[in-house]
């Protein structure tokens, strides 16, 4: 079924009614005068060539769109109908007509100076005609701006994409398998249409922030999943960036998260961080081990979170989860207030500041289990940022204490998978006596080496992961290789395992 079909099927249902296709303009329908937008926003010329390519004669596809006026039939599912389309300095207009009884079923082009005669030649390529942009009727933004928003929140659920990427005169872009996807079918999104989209999804505090500061986050959530979003303001206007949440959090089982890892969700009390870069996956890890605390104890969770990402039901724990910004000033004045909530674990979804991470670990120090992340490349260096993190004349006092309410760190990177998909990357570490000794005298650049010759209790580092990725057929090599932060240990690696890189 071609693209223009469903749009030739509206026109079917008129008499005496045209469809009229041009640069820079959207799709509209004319019966009797009156004018009906089909695509509010404005097409390209390649996305109407694009869409008319599918349906000229094979005989024109060669050369199609030829400049100047070319006028042919097209016999739809809903009927004949006739083609006008002009081509003028790079700028095309397509008008579509009912057609009158009698239109022979396969056109002829009617263009205004005929091919010279020539002898047969090989059938052109289809693609040649020109490069072929998506433009599916089933989505074009309604006019309406909650429900053009709607569409866009089902649309990232639909393509599979992780995030949706909205900029002011930009075509929504979406991320899918770690790739940037733009959509031009939508064509670009008008600043001021946007700014309506967005706020139509946004409390109203968040309007109010966004004047203020140039940005805000917050959540909003559809039948198919909730979406974590930020709005922005940069020099094309105001922008976007929403992150899905599946509805349904992912069992520690589904992740297939190392026993390692899963034994630090038994711990009584103690640090646990989830540390990788921005989309590394770990708001998706540290939700399967709050889900694992929460079907295999009995204890009160509570959570402080900027904004509430996964929805954590009670099962056998009690779980409380409180949004900076709605239910609490800051993560600081959360956590203080956790201490007097009777907690056991506590998950802070970001540790921000000095006084934050102070707090987090004098929290863990006094007898609960806490989890929380950091924006860090690797475990070692996770504890070195978490130090650097206080002046000089208290950093003796945050080692020691640190070395004492330290359990583990989990790092990862996403990979993209091959046949599609992504899989995490993980390296452990976990705080041992040997470890801890190492964190309060100051020799964190013996850890890699102590991780080395721990495998068998379970620690792991990130080259190690994706080695084993690759091994197991799941990560390219160059892919794997991308990942790695000691790029050069996992090449020698690669070549005592006999695996070849791309030249």
Known sequence: MARLDAFIERLAAQDGGELLFQSAHGAVLSVDGEQRTLVR????????IGAFVEIVPAEMQGSFPRPGRTVFPYLSPSGNVEIEFESHDGTVRAVVRNA??????????????PAPAAAPARPPERAAAAPKQEMPPQVALPDDVSEAMQVLLHEIVARKASDIHLASGHPPSFRVDGDIVTADSFGPLDPERLAGMLWSIAPL??????????????ATATAEG???VNVFADRHGIGAVMRLIPSTIRSAEEMGLPKAVLDLCFLAKGLVLVTGPTGSGKSTTLASMIDHVNRNRDDHIITIEDPIEFVHPNKHCLVNQREVGTHTQSFKAALRAALREDPDVVL???????????IAIETAETGHLVFGTLHTNSAPSTVDRIIDQFPTDRQAQIRTMLSESLKGVVTQVLCKKIGGGRVAAMEILLVSSSVANLIREGKTFQIPSVMQTAKG????????????????GLVEPAEALSKAVAKNELKALFERNEIQLPA
């Open 226 to 228: 909730r979406f974590r």
């Open 100 to 113: 009158v009884p009698g239109m022979e079923a396969f056109p002829q082009e009617r263009a205004a100076a």
């Open 457 to 472: 209790v379970g620690m792991t580092t990130l080259n190690d992961s994706l080695l084993d990725l690759v091994k197991r």
């Open 348 to 358: 802070v979804g970001e540790l921000r500041d000095l006084e934050t991470i102070a």
């Open 41 to 48: 926003q404005a097409l390209s010329s390649a996305q109407i």
């Open 205 to 218: 505090k968040n309007r109010q922030e966004f004047e203020e500061r140039n940005d805000t986050d917050f």
